[in-house]
């Protein structure tokens, strides 16, 4: 079934509009007609080839809503009619010690990715929710429990949102603890608003002066503009746990500096070049960790998705359309989106 998409055909080529191929359901699958569609950096360090090995046509999107138009046979937790998700995986090989776990994105035989992963499909690697339509193994398909008309918005949880509070959630982020959110994007907001929710003392750190108040909206009790050395200085060894989203290198010593002993800084950004390497000193005297984070299950990201339906979280988003999605990426590049772009499906049909 040809279905329109988004997509790019190399990496120093704009995204364009193609026609691409769904696989009809097979007996396990479920068939979403996607509404709306969130735009990742990851999507543009695919796209742009940052990372190695993309496969070209690239059509990117894992953050996915939409409706469930068909179902397979063997099909027992979906029905027609269902609002649904899908995130950053469609498969994995649901045998080894980290899928019995329900932690698929540490498979030992590596997970399908819902874009750039390799399929029995056509052209022979996964395509993503830039798209009409897609075809998705019932157990990677996630239940969207949201009132109706925040659909938009939750579409970011699918990857934004599992990223951070799967990292949160496993460092036990809670009351009575100091925690940091480094970088105000799209799964930084995000980290603020689930540490605020899960009653931590949330510090947000930025670049960007202009989003000092946006940042206390979202839920920081502090805001450090991480360019104001004194500011940073005021924060020396005080924080249990920091989150660093940033989607560039970066000197991470200025955050390391900020942990109290046997505190924590994670990353989950991947920028295109290597940090500089950190000071290990600042480590060992204080038992300082520095460890990552991928994405999250699908069992926790069902919980994350129903943590937020619960707190009434979704994202802050810009609503656009398939054919601004260039302009986005640029944008997305200067730090400048309030606070995930979010395509219209729509649009892509007109
Ligand atoms: P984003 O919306 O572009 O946000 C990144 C933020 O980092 C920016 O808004 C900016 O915040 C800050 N920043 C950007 N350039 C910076 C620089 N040179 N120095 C300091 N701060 C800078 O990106 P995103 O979608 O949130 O993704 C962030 C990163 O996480 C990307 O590398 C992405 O690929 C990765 N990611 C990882 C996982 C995972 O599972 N580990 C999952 C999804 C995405 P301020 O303006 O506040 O400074
Ligand atoms: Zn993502």
């Excluded at 696989?23 to 396990?28: A, E, I």
């Excluded at 070049?273 to 000071?279: A, D, E, I, L, Y």
């Excluded at 656009?320 to 200067?334: H, K, T, V, W």
Aim: one cysteine or more; a negative charge; charged letters at 20%.
């Amino acid at each position: 079934m040809s279905v329109k998409a988004y997509g790019a055909h190399a990496a120093d080529q704009p995204l364009v509009a193609l026609d691409i191929q769904r696989r009809t359901p097979g007996p396990r699958d479920v068939q979403i007609e996607i509404a709306y569609c969130g735009v990742c950096h990851s999507d543009l360090h695919t796209v742009k080839s940052e990372w190695a090995g993309t496969r070209y046509p690239c059509v990117p999107g894992h953050e996915i809503v939409g409706t469930v138009s068909a179902v397979g046979s063997d099909v027992n937790g979906f029905a027609v009619g269902d609002t649904v998700g899908v995130g950053c995986m469609v498969d994995s090989c649901q045998h080894c010690a980290a899928c019995a776990e329900g932690l698929e994105q540490y498979c030992e035989n590596g997970f399908t990715g819902t874009y750039n992963g390799r399929t029995q499909d056509p052209p022979g690697h996964t395509l993503g929710g830039y798209s009409q339509r897609i075809t998705v193994d019932q157990r990677f398909v996630l239940r969207i429990n949201h009132p109706k008309e925040q659909l938009a918005a939750v579409a970011p949880l699918l990857c934004a949102g599992i990223t951070t509070y799967s990292p949160l959630r496993h460092w036990n982020v809670g009351p009575g603890k100091k925690v940091g959110i480094v970088g105000i994007g799209g799964l930084g907001h995000m980290g603020i608003k689930l540490a605020h929710a899960m009653g931590a003392h949330v510090v947000a750190f930025t670049t960007s002066e202009s989003k000092r108040q946006d940042a206390h909206s979202l839920g920081a009790d502090e805001v450090v503009v991480s360019r104001d050395a004194n500011a940073m200085a005021a924060h020396a060894g005080s924080f249990d746990f920091i989150l660093d989203t940033v989607a560039a290198s970066h000197q991470l010593d200025a955050f390391t500096s900020l942990l109290k002993r046997d505190g924590t800084l994670c990353l989950v950004g991947v920028p295109e070049h290597p940090h500089p390497s950190p000071n290990i000193g600042v480590l060992i005297f204080g038992r300082r960790s520095i460890a990552g984070s991928l994405i999250g299950g699908i069992p926790e990201t069902q919980e994350m998705l129903d943590f937020c339906a619960k707190h009434g979280i979704v994202s802050d988003i810009e609503m656009i359309r398939a054919d601004y999605i260039n302009d986005a990426y640029e944008r997305m590049l200067r730090s400048d989106v309030k606070y995930r772009f979010v395509i219209d499906i729509a649009s892509l049909a007109a």
